[in-house]
């Protein structure tokens, strides 16, 4: 499924993948995952979604994801899972799927735990606190 595909499906809807705590931006990255990647199995469990970019920890997502940090000037990849790190105002950071990208900013389809009424919607995004991004190994 295409990130563009898997937008439509879901925009506009709260995600709410595991079921605990509500929708959050993890329960949408953890759909996107099973629906658009086919993921077999979910990466480990995280206190919050900055935990996606501690790569070497996580097993199951090094069997299915490729890391890469983010450096100025590079460019998330359509179809990525960009992460971003806490900040003063969210310690547990965000996770967002790339619609589109340049070297200054994403358009992302994300959810925010914080104001879950909003379900899932468009955003641009700038780079300002971003980790890296997660990719779907292939083969």
């Not at 709260?14 to 990255?29: E, N, T």
């Amino acid at each position: 499924m295409k990130p563009d595909e898997f937008a439509a499906r879901h925009e506009g809807k709260s995600v709410d993948f595991d079921g605990m705590y509500g929708a959050q931006c993890v329960d949408l990255a953890r759909q996107y995952f099973k629906d658009a990647w086919e993921v077999p199995k979910q990466p480990e469990g995280v206190v919050g979604a900055k935990d996606f970019a501690l790569h070497d920890e996580r097993p199951v997502q090094r069997q299915y994801m490729d890391w890469t940090p983010y450096e100025t000037g590079t460019t998330a990849p359509e179809g990525s899972v960009v992460v971003f790190n806490a900040t003063q105002s969210n310690k547990f950071g965000h996770v967002a799927i790339v619609l589109k990208a340049d070297s200054g900013s994403v358009q992302v389809l994300e959810q925010d735990g914080f104001a879950q009424h909003r379900g899932t919607y468009r955003q641009w995004r700038t780079y300002a606190d971003c980790l890296g991004w997660l990719t779907r190994k292939e083969g």
